[in-house]
Each structure stands twice: as C-alpha cells, then as structure tokens.
C-alpha cells in the first residue's frame, strides 16, 4: 500500500518503486494487487473547487520535490510501463482517490 507516496516522485522514480511493488506481489501471481491512495487529476463530476486543491498540491510537488499531480492517463501510463496489465480508479477520499493496480 502506498499512500501519498508517488505524487512526490517524478515519472522515473515512480516506476521504479511501482516496478519493486510488482516485484513483490508476483510471488503471490495473479491473486496481489498494489493499492495506492493518491490523487487523480480531472476525475469526471469533479467540483470546481477539488480541482483547484489538487492544481494547488500539483504546484506544490513541482516545487518542494521531484514529483506532481497526476491525471488518469498519466498514472495508466506509468502502469503499464511498471509492467502492470490493469488497475481501478475509485474517487472515494475527497482529494485522495483509491488505485488499486494488478500484475
């Protein structure tokens, strides 16, 4: 589980952790999953006001560390080059969504 974690990592950084990740639940084969609570840029049915937040913690990354917000496509992007066959988006903590991602 990783909880606020790849939003401070740059796109590289982010795979290799999400690739150590795979790493570790392929043991179990198809039955592990990573679960990530993290936030999803420009989910549908977002609020205005949840969308400026997140821009504002977008910000906020670029400058105190290496790493940023992301936008649904972007975390399938780093998925699928980590090595991942799928994952579910679930919005379900106001800013914070829940990912869950399968070998």
């Not at 990592?9 to 795979?22: A, H, M, N």
């Not at 969308?51 to 560390?65: G, I, N, P, Q, R």
Request: proline fraction near 1%; aromatic fraction near 8%.
């Amino acid at each position: 589980m990783l909880q606020l974690v790849l939003h401070a990592y740059s796109d590289e950084e982010s795979i290799k952790v999400l690739k150590k990740c795979k790493e570790a639940i392929s043991k179990k084969g198809k039955e592990g999953k990573v679960i990530i609570i993290d936030i999803v840029v420009g989910e549908k049915n977002e609020n205005h006001v949840l969308t400026e937040a997140k821009l504002f913690y977008d910000m906020l990354m670029m400058v105190v560390v290496t790493g940023r917000e992301r936008e649904e496509k972007e975390w399938e992007k780093l998925f699928l080059e980590a090595g991942f066959s799928h994952y579910k988006i679930t919005n379900i903590f106001g800013l914070r969504s829940l990912i869950e991602v399968y070998p």
